[in-house]
């Protein structure tokens, strides 16, 4: 077999390592300097719509819950049982 040479990671490789910072510090100056206003409406779509996905999210497993809850008293109904629900009995104090 033949042995092939080691080849080097490319973050060791010198030449590779200062092309990729001359990439990068073109692609920073290419980049338009952004608006703080634009910035911030970003920023705030951003948290909104996280919030949104929050609300979703909680919706959806309230909702779960309540239908495996459903379901549940519906098996015991369908059983043929009579006391499926159950009855909140005042405390005597």
Known sequence: MM???QRQPDHRNPKIVRFK???ARARRRAMPA????AERRR???NVAALLLAALLIAVGWILVQK????????DCLMSGRTNCAPIAA???D
């Open 67 to 74: 239908l495996g809850q459903s379901a549940r008293l519906q």
């Open 3 to 5: 042995d092939r040479p």
């Open 34 to 37: 952004m608006d703080p206003e």
């Open 90 to 92: 005042p405390t005597a």
């Open 43 to 45: 920023i705030r779509s």
């Open 21 to 23: 910072e001359i990439q």
